[in-house]
């Protein structure tokens, strides 16, 4: 039997990106003279990569946005973002004890995250992060992203998992419905970017903080 698999969400789930996030998003949106976004925003903005951030934030602001202004926003925004990362990025509290811990214990880790891949593995290095990760898969690593559970199909290809071995944590409903539809329990955390409270979009469970997250709960989801 191949070990259990717990696969992460990235932004708001392993780590607090927010700040950084809204300061690339704000200098390239600044490019088209528009108002700033703020943190309150971000929940509205987030969990479909930066093409869907950037043009939601450009319909928020009451912007149409052309086609073509947005291929040089968003390298404005991957240049700017990569620069500038890890920035204010870090892990969220006690998530690194309790990586440490399940994979002391034979458990394998991944992440699946609708960021490009390229970004998601530029931040984790920096962090020093991905050698905890058998796979790291982006919104653009398949012609699928979350919710479509060929995402998630796919990262656990790419880890050596079982998906009848696999949890998903998230903090967002893409997180919770590419569980559902591929099938595997789920955990939401509610110290992410969801603009509804994860308890109402129906995980397996919920928990506060990562020392909740142990090889006990993994096993009694996986056994449920």
Do not use: W
Not at 17 to 36: G, R, V, Y
Not at 146 to 173: C, F, W, Y
Not at 189 to 205: H, K, W
């Amino acid at each position: 039997m191949k070990s259990p698999l717990v696969v992460f969400d990235l932004d708001g789930t392993l780590l607090d990106t927010h700040a950084d996030l809204i300061h690339s998003l704000n200098h390239t949106i600044a490019a088209l003279d528009l108002e700033p976004v703020t943190y309150d925003n971000l929940t509205h903005l987030v969990g479909h990569g930066a093409q869907v951030m950037i043009e939601r934030a450009c319909k928020l602001r009451g912007y149409t946005l052309r086609q073509d202004e947005l291929p040089p926003l968003l390298q404005r925004f991957i240049a700017h973002y990569t620069e500038t990362m890890p920035g204010l990025t870090q892990p969220y509290p006690g998530l690194i004890a309790a990586m440490d811990t399940l994979k002391a214990q034979g458990y394998k880790l991944a992440v699946c995250t609708n960021k490009m891949e390229l970004l998601a593995r530029t931040l984790l290095d920096r962090l020093n992060l991905t050698h905890y990760f058998e796979a790291i898969t982006g919104g653009d690593t398949f012609t699928v992203r979350k919710p479509n559970a060929e995402h998630l199909i796919g990262t656990v290809e790419r880890a050596g998992g079982d998906l009848g071995q696999t949890i998903m944590v998230g903090d967002s409903a893409n997180d919770i419905l590419v569980a559902r539809n591929a099938g595997v329990p789920s955990i939401a955390v509610p110290f992410g970017y969801s603009d509804v409270g994860v308890e109402t979009l129906g995980p397996s469970r919920v928990i506060t903080h990562y020392d909740e997250l142990t090889p006990d709960l993994v096993r009694g989801l996986l056994a449920a």
